[in-house]
């Protein structure tokens, strides 16, 4: 058995976890954007997040911390949200809602208390996407 299908296509038990090695480092979200400046005052100076690449055309911010791997497909957001464009896991999710209004941008639900087990809200970055900022509880 090897790691990938001679056909290309993939199918339920075809691949063998225990002889495919590889190991996923890290996941990237790329968000298209026509000016990468403005990703700053949301992502850095409200969340936090330092700024880790810096090449002009693209910025990445993020943590040095170690963080869990994960990609979600949903056909909606929960509770009859729409679904997010990026969910961004958080140690207060007040704290973070706080300074989300304070700095203006814009909440569009909660915060809520969910049923699975989280306090979150939607606010749009500063390119229009909808971020699910969630602390769980």
């Known amino acids: ?28 979200a790329n968000i298209e954007v026509a000016d990468v400046t403005r990703a700053r005052a949301f992502y ?8 880790l690449m810096d090449h002009g055309w693209i910025r990445t911010y993020g943590s040095q911390s170690e963080m869990t791997i994960q990609v979600s497909f949903a056909t909606e957001g929960g509770s009859g949200a729409p679904v997010p464009d990026l969910s961004i896991e958080v140690d207060d999710a007040d704290e ?9 941008f814009s909440i569009e639900h909660g915060p809520v208390d969910e ?23």
């Open 1 to 28: 058995m090897t790691c990938a299908p001679a056909s290309g296509h993939w199918q339920p038990g075809l691949i063998n976890q225990k002889e495919c090695n590889l190991k996923v480092k890290r996941v990237v």
């Open 44 to 51: 850095h100076d409200v969340l936090g997040l330092e700024l």
């Open 96 to 104: 973070a809602h706080r300074r989300m209004r304070d700095a203006g």
């Open 115 to 137: 049923p699975w087990g989280v306090r979150r809200f939607f606010v749009r970055d500063p390119y229009g996407k909808l971020v699910n900022i969630l602390a769980h509880t």
